[in-house]
């Protein structure tokens, strides 16, 4: 695994639009207290990156300054020499979230919660649903794609929050503990899923607890107390 980007190349600082890596540079983000400190990685693309780090030293603050839903107090998050944050904390539509409190919608079916992500961008509800029933089937669920989301297991809306996530293709995969709730098996699914977004080119990120899944990822950055440490 190589080093975290503490010494970042010219290109990236430059945020050269032939890089495609998502680069923060001295993000400092304060909400009543610092969260994170001067924090300077890059994301490159068609590499998954781990993120770990003890509970509270900010990885899920580090994933949504990426993703352009949190303003950072200073400092830049770039994709392409492109800031992340647009004003709105609507992210781009160049970014997809896999998010650890799912925010799947509880009354709609599974197939539903992944195609309105498609529909959203502007894809036709048929293609959006064919493309969601194929997403499912990537995470080993589409026997579920009927049921409401309520009904589901925490593993079982883990996964309709992967697929959704994961179908829109997006250039840059912000995953927030996508395995948590998962068995070793569906783990080891996730994880190849990964690692298929980024072969495809997309800067992917896991924020993650789990040794095995840090052991598995291209790199691994590392947070405490807002910092990196390694
Ligand atoms: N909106 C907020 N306002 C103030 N403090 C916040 C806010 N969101 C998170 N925090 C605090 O920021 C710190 C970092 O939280 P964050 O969720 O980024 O950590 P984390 O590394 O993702 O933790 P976990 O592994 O438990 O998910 C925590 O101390 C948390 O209590």
Not at 171 to 189: F, I, K, M
Request: hydrophobic share 40%.
């Amino acid at each position: 695994m190589r080093p975290p980007h503490d010494r970042l190349s010219s290109e990236q600082r430059r945020g050269d639009p032939g890089t495609r890596d998502l680069v923060l540079e001295h993000v400092t983000y304060v909400n009543g207290r610092t969260l994170l400190d001067d924090v300077s990685v890059a994301f490159p693309a068609g590499r998954v990156t781990a993120l770990s780090g003890p509970s509270g030293s900010g990885k899920t603050t580090l994933l949504s300054i990426a993703g352009g839903l949190l303003e950072p107090t200073s400092g830049t998050a770039e994709l392409a020499g492109r800031e992340m944050w647009t004003g709105s904390g609507d992210p781009r539509q160049e970014v997809a979230f896999v998010l650890q409190v799912y925010g799947l919608v509880p009354i709609l079916s599974a197939r539903e919660n992944v195609s309105i992500a498609l529909r959203a961008r502007g894809t036709a509800p048929a293609d959006a649903d064919e493309a969601a029933e194929a997403a499912l089937a990537r995470f080993g669920i589409a026997d579920l794609g009927e049921r409401q989301v309520e009904e589901l297991s925490g593993g079982q809306m883990q996964r309709v929050a992967c697929a959704r996530g994961f179908v829109v293709g997006a250039e840059v995969l912000l995953a927030d503990e996508p395995t948590s709730e998962l068995d070793e098996g569906n783990r080891s699914v996730v994880l190849a899923e990964l690692r298929e977004e980024a072969a495809r080119g997309a800067v992917v990120v896991v924020a993650t607890h789990d040794p095995a899944v840090v052991e598995a990822c291209d790199l691994h950055i590392a947070l405490d107390e807002g910092r990196v440490v390694r």
